[in-house]
């Protein structure tokens, strides 16, 4: 009866010393996978981290980028209205200079620019003769110098007689005394119109100074602000 006891304690011992022996085994695998997992979900924590972050940077160098983007823009656009004002100051001051200068000054600008019309229609209209032979009814159309009502009573009859000194010797006598100051006015700050039956040769401060602005702005311009630029 020992014997047997003892036998049954020596497989009991044993069973239990395999059974711990396999529990330790379990347990140490358990927590190698603990750890293995746990290091698994740290570097990727790590890597979103780190993903989260460099996202994050590139948001922010983007926002910096736009916000660079749109400060130069908007500085362009400051100093390109700027540029106009002032391009714009510089024909306003030039034609207010004209405007009130001395009445001589100005009606020697105004009897020159019709002088010019003149002296072009009367060179179309002398092509026109070679080519076709003259008309009776255009022989007889007047050359109407048109200004605007202020003009017209302050200088009107010395801009015609100016045109007709002025083209003397250019143009033939029949066309000089075909000039005559024009019984209604225009709607213009200056300058004249030339008005020869349905045809007008429109002279007007507007229109030269409007025609000049699309020649010189260029030039304006960089006079204007070549120093700024070579600073």
């Not at 011992?13 to 330790?24: N, R, T, Y």
């Not at 780190?50 to 910096?64: G, P, V």
């Not at 700050?189 to 007008?200: K, Q």
Request: aromatic share 4%; with cysteine; hydrophobic share 40%.
């Amino acid at each position: 009866m020992a014997s047997n006891t003892n036998g049954l304690n020596k497989i009991t011992e044993k069973i239990l010393a395999e059974a711990q022996a396999s529990a330790e085994k379990i347990i140490a695998e358990a927590k190698a996978d603990c750890e293995r997992i746990r290091a698994e979900y740290a570097a990727r924590a790590a890597e979103i981290r780190r993903a989260n972050e460099q996202e994050a940077a590139q948001k922010a160098a983007d926002l910096i980028a736009r916000a660079k983007s749109s400060v130069a823009m908007e500085r362009r656009n400051r100093i390109g209205k700027t540029r106009s004002e002032l391009i714009e100051r510089a024909f306003e001051d030039a034609f207010r200079e004209i405007e009130t200068g001395s009445e001589k000054t100005y009606t020697d600008l105004v009897v020159g620019l019709l002088a010019a019309a003149i002296r072009e229609l009367s060179e179309t209209e002398e092509r026109n003769l070679a080519l076709y032979g003259e008309e009776d009814e255009s022989a007889a159309l007047p050359y109407e110098v048109v200004l605007n009502r202020k003009d017209r009573e302050a200088i009107g009859k010395a801009v015609v007689e100016g045109a007709k000194k002025k083209l003397k010797g250019t143009v033939s006598e029949a066309r000089l005394n075909k000039i005559v100051l024009a019984g209604d006015t225009a709607q213009i700050n200056g300058g004249v119109l030339l008005r020869y039956g349905d045809v007008e040769s429109n002279c007007s401060l507007e229109m030269i100074f409007s025609q000049l602005r699309r020649e010189l702005e260029t030039d304006v311009s960089r006079t204007l602000f070549a120093a700024g630029e070579n600073a």
